[in-house]
Nanobody, 126 residues
Framework: VQLQASGGGLVQAGGSLRLSCAAS????????MGWFRQAPGKEREFVTA????????YYADSVKGRFTISRDNAKNTVYLQVNSLKPEDTAVYYC????????????????????WGQGTLVTVSS
């Protein structure tokens, strides 16, 4: 299984980015997907997760109303639209695929995922 994340960059506070994560090696449409992030000196934290069907999404309180997760099962890709960015959103963003097919949509723990992308850096300047 391979996950390839892209779309990060340097943006001013209030700006937007669209992160993408292309998956291969597993039947993408059967697995929920998640995004996590890790800021310098901090532990990796949950950002959002989306069910295998795309019908149910969960968000960390810190990003609700600003971030939107979506997926295109025909393209084996999950997206993260990040709007109204704040300096505290600066981190490496990682996509991950759930270890269980048709597993629970509310997958907020890192140990619920078994493959991770390489990460894409988002830097928000004030």
């Amino acid at each position: 299984v391979q996950l390839q994340a892209s779309g990060g960059g340097l943006v001013q506070a209030g700006g937007s980015l669209r992160l993408s994560c292309a998956a291969s090696g597993r039947t993408f449409s059967e697995y929920s997907m998640g995004w996590f992030r890790q800021a310098p000196g901090k532990e990796r934290e949950f950002v959002t997760a989306l069910s295998w069907s795309g019908g149910t999404a969960y968000y960390a309180d810190s990003v609700k109303g600003r971030f939107t997760i979506s997926r295109d099962n025909a393209k084996n890709t999950v997206y993260l639209q990040v709007n109204s960015l704040k300096p505290e959103d600066t981190a490496v963003y990682y996509c991950a695929i759930n270890r269980v097919a048709y597993g629970p949509a509310r997958a907020v723990s890192t140990d619920q995922y078994d493959y991770w992308g390489q990460g894409t850096l988002v830097t928000v300047s004030s």
